[in-house]
C-alpha cells in the first residue's frame, strides 16, 4: 500500500481550511484517510496559521509515506520557528471521519 501525507479541504466556500492527512494514494483528497496528523488555516494571520504532530509525521515517513510539497513547506516554517508542533493535533478529528 502506498501511503501519502497531503492536505485535506474542509472549509466551505471562501472560508478554505485543511487538515493535513495520512492516506492511501489511491483515495480521493474526500475520501477516507488513516489518520489525521495536522491542520492548517489559511485565513489566519501570525504564527498560529497551523499545527503539525510531527512524532507520527516522523512515524509515517519511516514506514514509506511520501510527504506532498505544501507539508514539506509547513514542516521546513516548523523547523524556522514558526507554527505549532503539537501531540494534539492528531485528536483533532477522528479517524475516517
Known amino acids: 500500500m502506498s501511503v501519502k501525507i497531503r492536505m485535506r479541504r474542509t472549509g466551505s466556500n ?3 481550511f485543511f487538515r493535513v492527512v495520512v492516506t492511501d494514494v489511491r483515495r480521493s483528497n474526500r475520501g477516507t484517510f488513516l489518520e489525521n496528523v495536522g491542520w492548517y488555516d489559511p485565513k489566519k494571520k ?12 516522523a512515524f ?24 505549532t508542533k503539537s501531540p494534539e493535533a492528531a485528536q483533532a478529528a477522528p479517524v475516517g471521519a
Do not use: Y
Not at 46 to 57: A, E, H, K, P, Y
Not at 60 to 83: H, N, P, Q, Y
Open 14 to 16: 471562501k472560508q478554505p
Open 60 to 83: 509515517w515517513v519511516g514506514r514509506g509515506a511520501i510527504v506532498s510539497d505544501t507539508v514539506r513547506s509547513l514542516l521546513r516554517k516548523i523547523k524556522k520557528g514558526e507554527g
Open 46 to 57: 501570525g504564527s498560529n496559521r497551523f499545527s503539525l504532530n510531527t512524532d507520527r509525521i
